[in-house]
């Protein structure tokens, strides 16, 4: 636990140390990484699949436990449809996205940096 928590503080002073991404800086990451098929939005398949080829296995346990895919489709997918885009993530500005935490730690997992 030592070392996850030593994780998170040296995140938390990265993040001090090197200011906000913007919530456009991380979709456009998240987009450029996950969008497989490169058609302009980003099925479940295609989410579940880039999580498991970026996600680390230490940060795994977390994500799921802070809800993991569920969470992002809630924050994300406006229509409800198991399809992110980007659109809808501008709609969802409240919820997709929104904390410092999320954009750079979306930045950081799909090596955008």
Known sequence: MNRVMNRVILL????MATGCP???EALDCFYKKADINKDGQIS???LERSIDNY???YKRVPFKVFGG???IMSDCDA???HFLTQKEATIMKKTCL???FKKTNTISVFRCN
């Open 98 to 100: 929104n904390s410092c």
């Open 55 to 57: 996600l680390p296995w």
């Open 44 to 46: 479940m398949h295609e």
């Open 69 to 71: 895919i569920g969470r």
């Open 79 to 81: 229509n409800h449809d």
């Open 12 to 15: 938390g002073l990265v993040i």
């Open 22 to 24: 913007t919530q456009q």
